[in-house]
């Protein structure tokens, strides 16, 4: 399938089907499920990161279990939109898996998503270890929320 943009995604998607978003980081990797009507976004679980074929291998069976017809993934644009070496390692991500599934994959800008979270979690007044353990998978459920926004809008 490839890599597709949100208009693309749009068209390839079944009813009834859900998207992943991944929050790809150094260690980790937070995820996050759509519902079934992709209104809403949820944190769901962090993966500790491997190498790529466990990590891939993983989420393919994620992506069977709950029924998943794309992956959102986070592109960690700097501020000013240039690309750093986190930039290259999301395309690299997005590029090896779409080469192993036929799960479409979409990049998003993801620039502030973590900041967004730590504020918020901040603002709860999450200790340290709960924002350590929270943020990843939440990051991934703001991304993928504003792709799901996004598709909701019929003009992008």
């Known amino acids: 399938m490839g ?50 074929k466990a990590d891939a291998t993983i ?26 070496p986190s930039v290259q390692s999301a395309r690299a991500f997005a590029r090896n898996f779409s080469a192993l599934s036929d799960c479409p994959v979409v990049l998003v800008d993801e620039r502030l998503s973590t900041a967004a979270v730590t504020r918020t979690l901040l603002e709860a007044d999450a200790s340290r270890r709960q924002r350590a353990s929270a943020v990843d998978k939440m990051a991934a459920a703001y991304i993928l929320q504003g792709a799901l926004d996004q598709l909701r809008n019929p003009s992008l």
Request: glycine share 16%.
């Open 3 to 52: 890599i597709l943009n949100i208009r693309e995604l749009r068209g390839q998607l079944v009813p009834g089907q859900r998207l992943l978003g991944l929050d790809l980081g150094e260690k980790t990797i937070g995820l996050a499920l759509s519902d079934t009507t992709l209104a809403v976004a949820t944190p769901f679980k962090t993966l500790k990161r491997g190498k790529f």
């Open 59 to 84: 989420l393919t069976g994620l992506i069977a279990e709950h029924h998943v017809g794309g992956l959102i993934v986070g592109l960690p644009l700097n501020m000013d939109g240039s690309e750093g």
